[in-house]
C-alpha cells in the first residue's frame, strides 16, 4: 500500500519505519530540511532502538524515502498519516496549528481519494475539524477523503518493539472504506506474518486485537489510556509518601496490590515521578478538554499535582541530609526522562536539577544518550564523561533514571570519590542492602 507519514518526529519516524518494514510502500515528509537531510544521509536525528537499521534496510530496499516535497508525499498515497506535533499552548490546551495545517496541504495536493489518519495526540473531536477542514479547502470533482483516527500506544525506547507487536490497534473511523484500508495496511502485524526485526525466532501465538470505534471514542481512548497509566504511577508515589510516614515499604506494598490481576504490576513505581513528551502534556490537555466539555476532572488535576510535588519531595529530601545545599556538588545519574532514549522533555532530572541550581549547589550529570540534549537546555549543568567524574568530591549523589549501566556500576569506586557517601535513590532500583554493606548513606522513596 502506498502510505505517506507527515511529520518526522518521534511517531512519524517510527510509524513510517515499521510501515515500510513489514512491506508498505513509504513516502515520509517534514517541513524540517534539516531533519530530511539527516535521515537522506543516512543518519538518525532521534535515538531509539532498532530503527537505524530498519531505516537503511527498507531505503535500500526503495520502500522508504524522505523528502520536504508535501505534494510528491501525497500525490500517491492510499493513506496519508498526519503526525506532527501538538505542543501544549499555556493553558495546556494542545496547539493544533500544525494538524490544521497539515490538512490543508492534503486538500490542496491530494489528486484521488485518500484515507486521512490522525495519529497525533489529539483532543477528541479534532477528526470533525479536519473532516471539516477537507471538505472546505479540498472540494474538487474526483476527490473525497475519508479520515480516521489511530492512536499511537507506543512508548519511547520501545516503540518499535510495540509498534510491531502491541497489545491492541484502535481505529476510529466513519465509512466502511476507512476501516477495509487499516484493516489491511496493519494485517501483517494482526497476524504476525512478517519477518520480526527484532526477535529472530519471533513467533506470535495469537492475533493482535483490532478494536474498530467511531472516530470519537478512538480519540477518547488515546487520553483515557495515557491518563489512567499517569494515575497509577501518582497513586504509587502518594502511597509512597504514606509508606514513609506509617513505616512501610512501597516495593512490598507495590507487590503485594500489583498481584491482583484485576489491578497489575506494571506502572506502580514510586519515584521522582512521570516525565516525556506525552503523559505531563496529556493530563493538562485532557483536563482542559473535559473542562470544555463541562465537566472538572478533578481526580486527573490530583494526579498532575501529586507528579509536580515529587520535584520538590527530592530537595526535601535532600535537605534532611545535607542541611544546607548552596556551595555544596550534586552529581546526577540519568538525565533522560527515563532509560533508553536521549529525550529530555519534562525529564524529572532536568527539574530537579534547575531547583537544585537556584538553591546554588554545583550540579554535575551524566547520561549515556541524553548529555547533549541536557546540556542544550541547562547551559549550567555541568556534563560529566561517565558516572565516576559525576561523584567526584560529590556531598551527594542522585539517581533519576535507571539506566542498566548504573546498576552494575563499581560502587565502592563510586565512594571512593565521593566527600560523603550519600546516595538518594530516586526510582527505586539500587540495591539498598548492598550500598549499605560498602558504607553508603542510602535514601530511597517510600521505604
Ligand atoms: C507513554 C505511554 O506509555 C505510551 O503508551 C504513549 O504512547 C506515550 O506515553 P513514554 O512517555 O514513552 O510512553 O514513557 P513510559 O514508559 O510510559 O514512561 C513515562 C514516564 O513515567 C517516565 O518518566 C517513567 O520514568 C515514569 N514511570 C513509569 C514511573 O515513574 N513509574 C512507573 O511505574 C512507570
Known amino acids: 500500500m502506498n502510505v505517506c507519514v507527515i511529520g518526522t518526529g518521534y511517531v512519524g519516524l517510527v510509524t513510517g519505519a515499521c510501515l515500510a518494514e513489514i512491506g508498505h510502500q513509504v513516502v515520509c ?68 496549528t500544525y494538524v490544521e495545517l497539515a490538512t490543508r496541504r492534503i486538500a490542496e495536493h491530494a489528486t484521488h481519494s485518500p484515507l486521512i489518519t490522525e495519529k497525533s495526540t489529539v483532543p477528541v473531536q479534532t477528526g470533525a475539524w479536519i473532516e471539516k477542514t477537507l471538505a472546505i479547502y479540498g472540494n474538487r470533482p474526483g476527490v473525497e477523503f475519508d479520515v480516521a483516527s489511530n492512536p499511537e500506544f507506543t512508548r519511547e525506547g520501545m516503540a518499535v518493539e510495540d509498534f510491531l507487536h502491541p497489545d491492541r490497534i484502535v481505529v476510529g473511523v466513519s465509512t466502511a472504506r476507512a476501516e477495509q484500508i487499516l484493516r489491511e495496511l496493519y494485517a501483517p502485524i494482526v497476524a504476525g506474518r512478517f519477518r520480526c ?62 498481584l491482583d490481576k484485576r489491578i497489575g504490576r506494571a506502572f506502580l513505581n514510586a519515584g521522582i515521578g512521570f516525565g516525556g513528551s506525552c503523559f505531563p502534556k496529556d493530563l493538562k490537555a485532557f483536563v482542559k478538554i473535559a473542562e470544555r466539555s463541562g465537566h472538572d476532572f478533578a481526580l486527573l488535576r490530583e494526579v498532575d499535582r501529586i507528579n509536580e510535588r515529587r520535584r520538590e519531595m527530592v530537595l526535601e529530601k535532600l535537605k534532611r541530609a545535607l542541611w544546607i545545599l548552596r556551595g555544596k556538588r550534586i552529581g546526577l545519574l540519568g538525565l533522560a526522562f527515563k532509560p533508553n532514549t536521549d529525550d529530555v522533555r519534562q525529564a524529572p532530572a532536568l527539574a530537579i536539577a534547575r531547583r537544585l541550581l537556584e538553591e546554588g549547589a554545583e550540579v554535575r550529570g551524566y547520561d549515556p544518550q541524553a548529555a547533549s540534549k541536557a546540556r542544550q537546555v541547562i547551559p549550567t549543568l555541568t556534563i560529566c564523561a561517565d558516572p565516576y567524574e559525576v561523584v567526584a568530591q560529590a556531598e551527594a549523589v542522585i539517581l533519576c533514571t535507571e539506566w542498566a549501566e548504573f546498576l552494575a556500576l563499581d560502587w565502592p569506586r563510586m565512594k571512593g570519590q565521593m566527600v560523603r557517601p550519600l546516595i538518594l535513590d530516586g526510582r527505586n532500583a539500587l540495591d539498598r542492602e548492598k550500598l549499605i554493606s560498602f558504607g553508603f548513606e542510602y535514601i530511597g522513596i517510600g521505604r
Open 29 to 96: 515528509m517534514d517541513d524540517d530540511a534539516r531533519k530530511i537531510e539527516i535521515l537522506l544521509s543516512g543518519g538518525m536525528p532521534i535515538y531509539e532502538p532498532h530503527l537505524e537499521g530498519m531505516v537503511k534496510r527498507s531505503r535500500a530496499a526503495g520502500r522508504l524515502h524522505f523528502t520536504t516535497d508535501v505534494g510528491e508525499a501525497v500525490r500517491e498515497a492510499t493513506v496519508i498519516f498526519i503526525c506532527v506535533n501538538t505542543p501544549p499552548l499555556p493553558d495546556g490546551e494542545a496547539d493544533l
Open 197 to 258: 526485526p527484532i526477535h529472530a525466532d519471533c513467533r506470535q501465538d495469537r492475533a493482535v486485537p483490532f478494536l474498530v470505534t467511531d472516530l470519537r471514542s478512538a480519540e477518547l481512548i488515546k487520553h483515557a489510556s495515557n491518563s489512567f497509566l499517569a494515575m497509577k504511577i501518582s497513586f504509587a508515589n502518594a502511597l509512597a509518601d504514606v509508606c514513609e510516614l506509617a513505616g512501610g515499604d512501597i516495593l512490598q506494598v507495590a507487590e503485594g496490590v500489583g
